[in-house]
């Protein structure tokens, strides 16, 4: 087993690491969330990681996206994030899609989705997709100086709770939000492919206030 897993292993076991190499995650968004996310899989050991996403590194981007630099300006998003994730850990597999995600690619050999989106429209058509194929999605969104992170599985849940209203229109974000969020993304995901037990409730989280705040989605 690869030393680079040894503090992970007394927590997860080298079955568990071993289960890892052979999962598969879909991640769609290589922004400030989907940078974050996608480095804490590919180091953890994910063995296949797509990243879909369609648009370019621009200069505005690196404050908060952190596996970009001046070098990726002008890249496709998918790619250079890619090209870094690879550097990170050569051991994996992962997929760069310069494109949108789109229905024909389907998530029929996914274990699980990331959604790190930045619009709503994507995350209800990807929550649609998902429950068709029966794969759970980790759904993560940030706005400002907040966050939200939850799993979505079995049953519609973003049109009603997430409206597109509530979108953060002016793009503001305050740059460690992403790391927060990201990681806790990853962190849930990473506990669905090692069949971990992982509730669905929402964790919302106030980098304002310093206040995290959980809750179930209940009859949503």
């Known amino acids: 087993m690869d030393t680079r897993y040894d503090r992970q292993i007394g927590l997860i076991s080298e079955k568990g690491q071993n289960k ?9 968004g290589a922004g400030g969330i989907g940078n974050i996310a996608a480095k804490f899989l590919a180091s953890s050991g994910v ?40 550097k990170i850990n050569p051991e994996i597999g992962c997929y760069a899609f310069n494109q949108k995600f789109e229905k024909p690619l389907g998530f029929q050999f996914v274990d699980v989705v990331l959604d790190c989106t930045d619009n709503m429209e ?4 990807i ?7 029966g794969v759970p999605v980790v759904f993560a969104k940030t706005s400002k100086y907040f966050g939200v992170v939850t799993v979505l599985r079995n049953k519609p849940y973003l049109q009603k709770n997430y ?13 460690p939000i992403g790391g927060v969020i990201g990681s806790l993304q990853a962190g849930f995901a990473l506990k669905l492919l090692l069949g971990m037990e ?13 206040v995290t705040t959980k809750y179930e989605k209940g009859g949503s």
């Open 20 to 28: 890892l190499k052979m999962m598969r995650v879909c991640i769609i």
């Open 163 to 175: 409206p597109t209203k509530q979108l953060n229109k002016d793009n503001s974000v305050f740059p």
């Open 122 to 125: 994507s995350s209800y058509f």
């Open 47 to 86: 063995g296949h990681i797509e990243i879909f996403d369609k648009d370019i590194v621009e200069k505005s981007n690196l404050n908060r996206q952190i596996l970009f630099n001046e070098q990726s300006v002008g890249k496709n998003k998918a790619e250079a994030l890619k090209n870094t994730i690879l």
């Open 127 to 133: 929550e649609q997709e998902a429950l068709k194929e």
């Open 198 to 210: 992982v509730d669905d409730d929402v964790v919302h989280y106030d980098f304002l206030n310093n």
